[in-house]
């Protein structure tokens, strides 16, 4: 079974300064996904950025970016610029490919970032 | 485009009762999960739906809970009886490549 560590469970951040939240994960399959989700104090799960594991490319959404090495399992979430709207729970989640059929996510037990103003 | 809905938000039951939840996924989502997280961990899978079929259920205390998803599209999920170690929030998410949330049902027994 797959599994989900992230092994800060809390972080700060200044605003406007950049932080790295690390998450490392087990797997025996070779074709999967990596995501990390935001969960503000509202309790909305909500999609921060998503990489497959067939590219090579680190997937970037605007001020977050991730840095993914497959062969050392680790996929680290760095956000730049930080923002007082960035201040949340970060949960990072492995799913199986869907030609698997059974594509739940499971997660690490999140970090809490906390951003300084 | 709507996302996934849920009710009620909150609810507060004492143990031995049972509770209810709803969930409606996003349109033309075949796929519908639930997930249950506990205070300070990462959710994990209860049940998952592919249409109206089940896919994975073996996380589910089938004792207790009970998940139907009758035509496909909106689903229930059962507590009966409740007890105090299920207080949690109980996630909705629907999605096959990525998998989006809603807002969830704080559960509290007492």
């Known amino acids: 079974a797959q599994t989900v560590t992230q092994s800060q469970p809390e972080m700060s951040v200044q605003e406007a300064e950049t932080v790295t939240l690390s998450c490392t994960y087990d797997t025996s399959e070779s074709d999967y996904y990596l995501f990390w989700y935001k969960q503000p104090p509202s309790r909305q799960m909500i999609l921060v950025i998503r990489?497959?594991?067939?590219?090579?490319q680190n997937a970037t959404e605007n001020r977050f970016s991730v840095n993914f090495q497959k062969a050392a399992k680790s996929f680290s979430l760095k956000i730049s610029d930080s923002q007082l709207g960035d201040a949340a729970m970060y949960f990072c989640?492995?799913?199986?490919?869907?030609?698997?059929?059974?594509?739940?996510?499971?997660f690490g037990k999140g970090t809490r970032l906390s951003v300084i103003a | 485009e709507a996302g996934v809905a849920q009710s009620p938000r909150y609810k507060i039951i004492e143990k031995r009762q049972s509770v209810a939840f709803w969930c409606n996924p996003i349109?033309?989502?075949?796929?519908l999960y639930w997930y249950q997280q506990i205070l300070g961990q990462g959710p994990k899978l209860l049940i998952q739906?592919?249409?109206?079929?089940?896919?994975?259920d073996s996380q589910l205390p089938k004792d207790r809970f009970s998940a139907e998803r009758l035509k496909g599209v909106d689903s229930t999920l059962k507590i009966q009886p409740a007890k105090l170690e299920d207080s949690a929030v109980y996630l909705c998410?629907?999605?096959?490549?990525?998998?989006?949330f809603g807002p969830g049902t704080r559960l509290l027994v007492l």
């Open positions: 989640a492995y799913r199986s490919p869907a030609y698997s059929g059974n594509t739940p996510l499971v």
């Open positions: 998410a629907s999605g096959l490549g990525t998998q989006y």
């Open positions: 739906f592919q249409n109206n079929g089940v896919v994975d």
């Open positions: 990489q497959e594991a067939y590219k090579q």
């Open positions: 349109s033309g989502h075949a796929t």
